[in-house]
């Protein structure tokens, strides 16, 4: 069989976990495979309209061209099929291109998934996200996993975004920036509420700077939040802070409930119903706002047992999300980049510790691993769903750097 899409051997930037990181393939608990709109991009279209393989006849009924295309990787869509929206591709929990044709004959998405490739300044980097069980598991639960390392990587040039400048910051500044932001959510000294606190005080002071086309002071700002770190003047005021243990629950389970209850994967929807049992819903899902912030301090209570055997996984969760989405220039501002973070964050703790909300011993460890991967599938893949979260955190007057303040102090 002709090669289809040829790829490139290239050094790569990446934490740790992502070199360590192996498909699974039929062995995965939540197949990328089900539940999820797939797109074909144009060649590949094209190649499995011609290919006459018997075992791709399901696939090739069930693709179709869209009338207008965002771009050349989303050309056509195969619909899904069955009560879990599987892949037409799917056969015994594995894919039948790759079986039939090989992987160069894989959708550009579908070769990438659950990886990211971008290019800066020269350096490509590779991130993976931790919709994945097996990434989540090799993120989550080794200490080094968020080191960074260069390792060689084969891939297809289509996939590999470029970056030059944001917001009027050049690549270099840029790379500057995002290094200390990493090193500060690193900095153990620190809880971890006051390193996010930290780091939207510096965030906000950055979009300040962008705005007013000064961004030449960047390297000074850093300089000067490295210090006020050092010397621990910043931690004083933040200790000030009384924790609004009413207003997380109530404001994270809000962004959770917008997003639904149900879903077509088994695998979800059991954790899901895990989840609604321990905030202590009644049998028609319903909770009432005592009993949830209830849980959510008995939860938060026993956080730190339960995370005895990974106490990295906070961090290790927000570092990997901060290299995979440019932190903090993913957004349409720095300061849109730090609200969508303390929003996965503070959805994602007051998931976990209502996971720990159980009578006698906490959840293994294990379990956290699955909320965090779920979190991640659930939440972070619909950009109009992480529209919306930035929009209402704005419109309901939380997107306010002291009452942001209050929502993360535990």
């Given at each position: 069989m002709p090669i289809l899409h040829r790829t490139q051997n290239v050094s790569a930037l990446m934490p740790r976990f992502v070199e360590r990181f192996?498909?699974?393939?039929?062995?995965?608990?939540?197949?990328?495979?089900?539940?999820?709109?797939?797109?074909?991009?144009?060649?590949?279209?094209?190649a499995y309209r011609k290919e006459a393989v018997p075992a791709l006849d399901q696939l090739i009924a069930n693709m179709e061209r869209l009338d207008d295309p965002k771009d050349a990787r989303s050309y056509a869509m195969i619909k899904t099929i069955g009560k879990q929206n599987n892949c037409s591709a799917l056969q015994d929990g594995m894919c039948a291109v790759h079986a039939h044709l090989g992987e160069s004959y894989l959708s550009h998405v579908c070769h990438s998934y659950p990886r990211s490739n971008r290019r800066m300044s020269g350096q490509v980097e590779q991130s993976i996200t931790l919709s994945c069980p097996e990434a989540a598991r090799l993120a989550l639960l080794a200490e080094d996993a968020l080191d960074f390392v260069e390792a060689p990587v084969q891939l297809r040039e289509a996939m590999l975004s470029e970056i030059d400048s944001r917001f009027g910051v050049d690549a270099s500044l840029i790379a500057e920036t995002r290094i200390f932001c990493l090193n500060?959510?690193?900095?153990?000294?620190?809880?971890?509420?006051?390193?996010?606190?930290?780091?939207?005080?510096?965030?906000?002071?950055?979009?300040?700077?962008?705005?007013?086309?000064?961004?030449?002071?960047?390297?000074?700002?850093?300089?000067?939040?490295?210090?006020?770190?050092?010397?621990?003047?910043?931690?004083?005021?933040?200790?000030?802070?009384?924790?609004a243990y009413g207003a997380q629950a109530m404001v994270f389970a809000t962004l959770w409930a917008t997003k639904g209850f149900e879903t077509t994967s088994p695998y979800q929807q059991t954790m899901m119903d895990q989840i609604a049992t321990r905030f202590g819903a009644d049998t028609t899902g319903q909770v009432s706002a005592e009993g949830l912030v209830d849980a959510y301090r008995r939860g938060l209570d026993r956080m730190d047992e339960a995370l005895a055997e990974?106490?990295?996984?906070?961090?290790?969760?927000?570092?990997?999300?901060?290299?995979?989405?440019?932190?903090?220039?993913?957004?349409?501002?720095?300061?849109?980049?730090?609200?969508?973070?303390?929003?996965?964050?503070?959805?994602?703790?007051?998931?976990?510790?209502?996971?720990?909300?159980?009578?006698?011993?906490?959840?293994?460890?294990?379990?956290?691993?699955?909320?965090?991967?779920?979190?991640?599938?659930?939440?972070?893949?619909?950009?109009?769903?992480?529209?919306?979260?930035?929009?209402?955190?704005?419109?309901?007057?939380?997107?306010?750097?002291?009452?942001?303040?209050?929502?993360?102090?535990?």
């Open positions: 192996r498909c699974i393939g039929s062995s995965c608990e939540d197949t990328c495979c089900s539940g999820w709109s797939i797109y074909v991009d144009k060649k590949t279209y094209k500060l959510i690193r900095t153990r000294e620190l809880r971890l509420w006051q390193r996010l606190a930290l780091l939207g005080a510096f965030c906000d002071a950055l979009t300040q700077l962008c705005n007013t086309n000064e961004q030449a002071g960047i390297p000074g700002l850093i300089a000067e939040f490295t210090r006020l770190i050092e010397n621990g003047e910043l931690i004083a005021t933040l200790d000030l802070i009384e924790p990974a106490p990295w996984l906070l961090e290790n969760y927000l570092r990997n999300e901060m290299f995979t989405q440019l932190f903090p220039f993913g957004g349409s501002s720095p300061f849109d980049s730090y609200l969508q973070l303390v929003a996965r964050f503070g959805l994602l703790r007051m998931l976990l510790a209502v996971q720990c909300n159980t009578q006698g011993t906490v959840p293994p460890i294990a379990t956290l691993v699955a909320t965090v991967q779920m979190h991640c599938r659930r939440f972070q893949h619909v950009q109009l769903y992480a529209k919306r979260v930035n929009e209402s955190l704005y419109d309901s007057g939380w997107a306010d750097m002291g009452k942001l303040y209050t929502l993360l102090r535990t």
